[in-house]
């Protein structure tokens, strides 16, 4: 039951981005559910979860747009990453295309987020070791390059997916440019895309 009391919670907007079958939406059923399916259906369009993360005496709510990677939905990524004050990019360790797209996305989204945007970059599927195609150093040498958080994680085992989510959480309260929809009684929420008003309705 969320905890209405403390004046210091915060509401948050974050989306994960990356291609196809990186595993988005297991990273979220994970951290959102403490989840896995073996065998995932793809994301059509979008979906909606929340979460809170305890960051010292605070707590973050996360309203996660889980976004579907496939290229014929990419062009519907800006309306939820538009305003968002985290984003998750992930990308497949066994998948060395899959770390090309998450440099895009990570790209795009320096340049068209918002100016204070926390980014992690989240290198999934350890799981799978046998079959890494992107190496640690690289992944990890391309995230500080660029700023980012980075964790190389597993969704299947659980692996780091809290401890991402946990980063993100911390670094938010830093970031204070991110603009809000609404401020009232000292909390701070992202409305999703289809709450907000519209000039046509």
């Known amino acids: 039951m969320e905890d209405n009391t403390n004046p210091a919670t915060r ?3 974050h989306t994960p981005l ?6 988005k939406s297991s ?3 994970r951290f959102v559910k403490g989840e896995f399916y073996e065998f995932q259906q793809s994301t059509i369009g979008a979906a909606f979860l929340t979460q809170t993360v305890q960051v010292q005496d605070y707590t973050v709510k996360f309203e996660i747009w889980d976004t579907a990677g496939q290229e014929r939905y990419r062009s519907l990524a800006p309306m939820y990453y538009r305003g968002a004050a985290a984003a998750l990019v ?4 066994t998948e060395y295309e899959s770390f090309n ?10 340049r068209q987020g918002s100016t204070d945007i926390v980014i992690a970059l989240a290198g999934n599927k350890v799981d799978c070791e046998s079959r890494r195609e992107v190496s640690t150093q690289a992944a990890k040498e391309y995230a500080q390059e660029t700023g980012c958080l980075f964790f190389e994680t597993s969704a299947k085992t659980g692996q ?10 911390e670094k938010l309260p830093k970031n204070t440019n991110a603009q809000p929809d609404v401020i009232k009684d000292n909390i701070i929420q992202f409305l999703p895309p289809e709450e907000k008003k519209s000039c046509c309705k």
């Open 11 to 13: 509401y948050l907007f």
């Open 18 to 23: 990356g291609n196809g079958a990186v595993g």
């Open 27 to 29: 990273c979220v059923e």
């Open 90 to 93: 992930v990308y497949d360790i």
């Open 101 to 110: 797209g998450a440099k895009a996305w990570i790209e795009e989204l320096q």
């Open 160 to 169: 780091n997916i809290d401890a991402v989510f946990q980063a993100i959480a």
